[in-house]
């Protein structure tokens, strides 16, 4: 993506900290300080992320830092692998016991370039090593019955930093033995809404019965929400628009270009996405809360929540997580209620 992050963003991460385990306050259900845990202010380097519960941290590309949601330290390890040179962590998915299932590129491999999933036990033992070949998974979840989902691109098995030109899935789905059961949304399926590797990338959450893709482009283009049933079937799609301004700032409105690109998601298990404004809300000091309303395909706003609780960097069950940091990170619980 190429835009810097907005000074209402930053400020929103900075904000002081507070206590380990926080008093609720009138917008929260929960709050919980995680000390040893730094928190980007770059879109260009990785930010912490929630699956299930637990709080996720890539550092450095291969080293990964996890805490469950009460704040304690399920992993902190830096990826080695045997025979490796270069080892990046692309996406993180968790299991509720704490094994976390990483999506990976390393080196060298037969070609060059490999990519895997590995499988973390709560120890921190890798308990399994899936290798995908020349497919690189980008983004990974897991669904309701623990299956590894993947979005990833192809790469050209002559051309190695070239993507491959046949038409291949850009979905996969594994079981936790690493056998592949599927593979879904073929390559040529560009022109419905996804982007191949080598121009944007995705960000994936599982809901009940649903596997959601967000595909972002780089081309200035709107990005596309589509959601997959878990036979790898396409059910919906949408185009994914601005949240509605709530005020005008330096007196004029801005472009859909600007307030399309300034929200973060997080997709329930009741199957709703939900997108955080930061530029779109009535003063400076609240963000706006919108949901995408499927049968319009526009977002439709909820309520507004106090700036101070962070961004919205995903959901726990039915709850939206938002994040702020300074000196680590705190993250806060929310219901995604009307006003």
């Known amino acids: 993506m190429r835009y810097q992050a907005p000074w209402f963003v930053?400020?929103?991460?900075?904000?002081?900290?507070?206590?380990?385990?926080?008093?609720?306050?009138?917008?929260?259900?929960?709050?919980?300080?995680?000390?040893?845990?730094?928190?980007?202010?770059?879109?260009?380097?990785?930010m912490v992320v929630v699956d299930r519960g637990f709080l996720i941290a890539i550092r450095n590309r291969n080293y990964l830092i996890v805490h469950d949601r009460d704040g304690k330290s399920i992993h902190d390890i830096e990826l080695k692998l045997p025979g490796t040179e270069t080892v990046s962590i692309s996406d993180v998915a968790m299991k509720r016991?704490?094994?976390?299932?990483?999506?990976?590129?390393?080196?060298?491999?037969?070609?060059?370039?490999?990519?895997?999933?590995?499988?973390?036990?709560?120890a921190g033992k890798?308990?399994?090593?899936?290798?995908?070949?020349?497919?690189?998974?980008?983004?990974?979840?897991?669904?309701?019955?623990?299956?590894?989902?993947?979005?990833?691109?192809?790469?050209?098995?002559?051309?190695?930093?070239?993507?491959?030109?046949?038409?291949?899935?850009?979905?996969?789905?594994y079981g936790l033995d690493g056998?592949?059961?599927?593979?879904?949304?073929?390559?040529?399926?560009?022109?419905?809404?996804?982007?191949?590797?080598?121009?944007?990338?995705?960000?994936?959450?599982?809901?009940?019965?649903?596997?959601?893709?967000?595909?972002?482009?780089?081309?200035?283009?709107?990005?596309?929400?589509?959601?997959?049933?878990?036979?790898?079937?396409?059910?919906?799609?949408?185009?994914?628009?601005p949240v509605p301004l709530g005020r005008k700032i330096d007196g004029a409105e801005f472009d859909d270009h600007y307030s399309r690109f300034k929200y973060s998601l997080g997709f329930t298990v009741n199957g709703e996405l939900y997108a955080l404004c930061w530029s779109c809300?009535?003063?400076?000091?609240?963000?706006?809360?919108?949901?995408?309303d499927r049968?319009?395909?526009d977002w439709k706003i909820m309520r507004e929540t106090p700036r101070d609780n962070g961004i919205l960097i995903g959901s726990d069950g039915n709850e939206l997580v938002l994040a702020r940091g300074f000196g680590g990170v705190q993250l806060t619980w929310i219901k995604p209620t009307m006003n």
């Open 179 to 241: 056998t592949l059961i599927l593979g879904a949304v073929k390559r040529t399926s560009v022109d419905k809404g996804f982007v191949s590797g080598g121009h944007g990338r995705w960000k994936m959450r599982a809901a009940h019965g649903l596997i959601g893709i967000l595909s972002f482009r780089i081309d200035d283009k709107p990005e596309v929400w589509t959601e997959l049933n878990l036979k790898g079937e396409i059910v919906g799609q949408w185009t994914l628009g």
């Open 281 to 292: 809300s009535t003063d400076d000091k609240h963000f706006r809360l919108a949901r995408l």
């Open 97 to 122: 016991d704490g094994t976390a299932v990483l999506a990976l590129i390393h080196t060298p491999a037969e070609r060059g370039y490999g990519g895997a999933i590995a499988i973390l036990d709560p």
């Open 10 to 46: 930053l400020a929103a991460l900075c904000l002081p900290p507070s206590p380990a385990i926080a008093q609720h306050s009138g917008d929260s259900v929960r709050e919980v300080f995680y000390p040893t845990v730094a928190m980007s202010n770059s879109f260009t380097q990785p």
């Open 126 to 173: 890798i308990r399994r090593f899936i290798q995908t070949g020349l497919y690189m998974p980008l983004q990974i979840c897991l669904d309701e019955e623990d299956r590894i989902w993947t979005a990833g691109w192809q790469r050209d098995a002559d051309r190695i930093l070239e993507e491959d030109k046949a038409d291949y899935p850009l979905i996969r789905k």
């Open 295 to 297: 049968k319009s395909g």
